[in-house]
């Protein structure tokens, strides 16, 4: 019995290092992309791309549900030369995650103006017709969409809403330019950077008897240590960082 136990808790343990070990490897890949713009342009060459049309998102009915199909680049790049357009629009397109094979995942709205086309944006009923889908409205779709597109989706959404709402600077009125992933926005004529808004979900101590786990930055003054606090990405869920 103490044996069966044993082996038992051995492997709850490795499935939570596992877990754990995979969630810290694709946060720091995802921290390389948001930071180094030459890795990012490299991983949209093997990465995957949602569509939307004014912050609505491109899904496709499938038995009683829907599903959000993605595109690689190369589909996207024939797509855009098919109706007339730049493929630098691409350079519009924001990251929202990865898999645990480290394939970037990207966002790019088709129906939002772009300072890289022509047109203002893209016709969408010929869209739908070409991708053999539909552009629906997030809030009516979330709930017949599989976990994983809907945190995606509303990730996604939320990070579009955010660079079409912050075109230029507040204070110098000028246009401000995203980095390649989207994480910010720069102001050229004052270098003031933009961030998107991210909401302080949950400040904790972690202990062990009378130890406890602590951090620095290495901002910190000389012998400066801080508890943890988790944070919430753009459209993230609060929840799941609290669990």
Excluded at 91 to 103: A, H
Aim: charged share 20%.
């Amino acid at each position: 019995m103490f044996l069966y136990c044993g082996i038992a808790c051995r492997r709850k343990f490795f499935w939570c290092y596992r877990l754990l070990s995979t969630y810290v490897t694709k946060t720091r890949y995802l921290f390389e992309l948001k930071e180094d713009d030459d890795a990012c342009k490299k991983a949209q060459q093997t990465g995957a791309f949602y569509l939307f049309h004014g912050l609505a998102p491109l899904l496709q009915t499938s038995a009683h549900q829907y599903l959000a199909p993605r595109h690689s680049l190369l589909e996207l790049e024939r797509l855009l030369g098919k109706f007339g357009q730049d493929a630098q629009r691409i350079e519009d397109s924001v990251l929202i995650g990865c898999s645990e094979q480290q394939e970037a995942w990207f966002a790019l709205d088709l129906g939002l103006d772009s300072s890289f086309s022509i047109s203002a944006s893209l016709h969408k009923p010929e869209m739908e017709t070409e991708l053999k889908g539909s552009f629906i409205e997030l809030r009516k779709a979330l709930f017949q969409l599989n976990a994983r597109d809907a945190s995606m989706l509303s990730t996604a959404q939320a990070l579009l809403r955010w660079h079409d709402a912050h075109q230029f600077c507040s204070r110098s009125g000028q246009p401000t330019k995203k980095n390649v992933a989207g994480s910010k926005r720069v102001c050229p004529s004052n270098n003031i950077i933009y961030y998107p808004q991210m909401a302080p979900v949950v400040i904790t101590l972690v202990s062990d008897g009378t130890r406890c786990l602590l951090a620095r930055q290495s901002s910190f003054p000389k012998g400066m240590y801080s508890a943890l606090a988790g944070f919430c990405d753009i459209g993230k869920d609060y929840r799941a960082v609290l669990n």
